[in-house]
């Protein structure tokens, strides 16, 4: 994308002077600012908040400004090349849309929304396990740009595999597995205000559309059990339930398949038991390049490209699962520098502006991931607001190229920034 910097400050300036100012803000500081107060209470904690204290997502940002770029000057940079091979693929830039949970809690039809957005600007989309719109109708809304999914390993093997023959189905270009939550972590947030949307039928949608997942809630549903107290809260969560399932309200209402599918998500989602020795089943059960999100130990890293494994994202979960956590800028650092350049290593958490792009690029990640900061453009302006956020972060990044006087992505290297005192 040549001059995407340029061409995105004359697109916002030109229309100042016409007295229109963007949606979407340029900064981060203004769009978490605007997209917290169009937010439920429920939708800021489970989107913003993280695990315990926070330590981590505080340590998240705190590393990025251990680092300081050095502009260089007359170096004549005047056409920037940000394309990037990844996975055999050729991309417009080293950006990629993180898997976000849940949400529909901004917005209906998230998912949806989120992947239009992606394809306006040709920006591959991780679909989420947790996602709220099934994978077959964002693979539609995304037409020929690349998409992958991520994949939660569910307790029940046979829904793994239909998870993965579904991801293969829509032309998935990875199948990204994540480990780090096995089990919920400690989100004070969310436990404050008792809230958990799959517990309301939010953000199973891969699930209730997958046929292997509702021959079991099915069967489930089939088994006497303890009917509820009836509650102004439990009628308030079967509302809730027979809403985000699929099908006719009123049918939902007068139906078991919500509450089933609801307490089946809950018992097999996720297996605490995952080992090495399932990763280890990937290889025969999918064609797909296989991805493992979570990794921030080098000793992990080298396990997983022993498996065979092509690529991993270094990732503390945006400081959502452990507290006090190593911060993932950091883990890359150590990470590249033990198994050295040729690994194909992605980088997640805390990444909100182009600057952040760039440092996480010389530190060693081949590409990134965005998380909040697209759910938030989301929040304020649906598809438009996922593309505006991706193009400002994009033109940052092409700006900030420009005047650090490097042409093209790999040029981008650890010379071009310096580590700030302590």
């Keep these: 994308m040549p001059d995407a910097g340029l061409s995105r400050q004359s697109t916002i300036y030109r229309a100042g002077t016409l007295g229109r100012r963007p949606v979407v803000p340029a900064d981060f500081a203004e769009l978490e600012r605007r997209a917290r107060k169009v937010s439920s209470a429920e939708a800021w ?47 417009p830039s080293p950006l990629l849309l993180a898997p976000v949970g849940a ?25 989420s396990n947790q996602g709220c719109n099934p994978m077959e109708e964002c693979a539609a809304a995304m037409g020929d740009t690349p998409r992958w999914f991520q994949l939660y390993w569910s307790s ?35 436990l404050n205000l008792g809230s958990l949307p799959f517990a309301k039928g939010l953000g199973i949608a891969q699930y209730t559309s997958d046929p292997v997942f509702r021959e079991i809630a099915a069967e489930r549903a089939r088994q006497p059990r303890e009917r509820p107290k009836v509650t102004p809260g439990a009628i308030r969560a079967l509302i809730a339930m027979s809403r985000n399932h699929p099908g006719p309200f009123w049918a939902n209402l007068r139906s078991p398949a919500p509450r089933a599918s609801v307490e089946t998500f809950l018992d097999i989602y996720s297996n605490p038991g995952l080992s090495w020795e399932h990763l280890a089943t990937l290889r025969r059960r999918t064609s797909l390049p296989v991805v493992l999100k979570g990794i921030l ?48 290593l992605l980088f997640d958490s805390g990444i909100r502006t182009g600057a952040d792009v760039f440092t996480a690029l010389a530190l060693g990640a081949d590409a990134v991931l965005l998380g909040r900061p697209h759910l938030y453009g989301f929040a304020l302006a649906g598809a438009h607001g996922v593309a505006e956020v991706i193009r400002n972060v994009i033109a940052e990044l092409d700006l900030t190229m420009a005047l650090a006087g490097t042409r093209t992505i ?8 310096t580590e700030t005192p302590r």
């Excluded at 597995?177 to 004070?188: A, E, F, Q, S, Y």
């Excluded at 040029?411 to 920034?417: A, E, H, M, V, W």
């Design 297 to 344: 130990d080098p000793e992990d890293a080298r396990r997983a490209f022993d498996l065979g494994v092509d690529a991993i994202v270094v990732s503390n979960h945006g400081g959502r699962q452990v507290d006090n956590a190593v911060a993932s800028l950091d883990a890359l650092t150590a990470i590249r520098a033990e198994l050295g350049p040729e690994p194909t």
């Design 410 to 417: 790999a040029d981008i290297t650890r010379q071009t920034l």
């Design 156 to 190: 029940d093997e046979r829904l793994v595999d239909s998870l993965i023959r579904r991801a293969e189905a829509i032309g998935a270009g990875a199948l990204v597995v994540t480990l780090d939550t096995t089990v919920l972590g400690w989100r004070p947030q969310d």
């Design 45 to 91: 904690a489970y989107v913003a908040g993280g695990a315990g204290e926070g330590r981590t997502m505080r340590r998240n940002r705190e590393a990025f400004d251990r680092w300081a770029i050095v502009p260089r000057m007359a170096a004549g940079a005047v056409d920037r090349d940000l394309s990037a091979e990844l996975l055999g693929t050729r991309l």
């Design 103 to 127: 949400g529909a809690l901004m917005g209906r039809d998230s998912d949806l929304a989120i992947a239009a957005g992606a394809a306006a600007t040709g920006t591959p989309y991780i679909f």
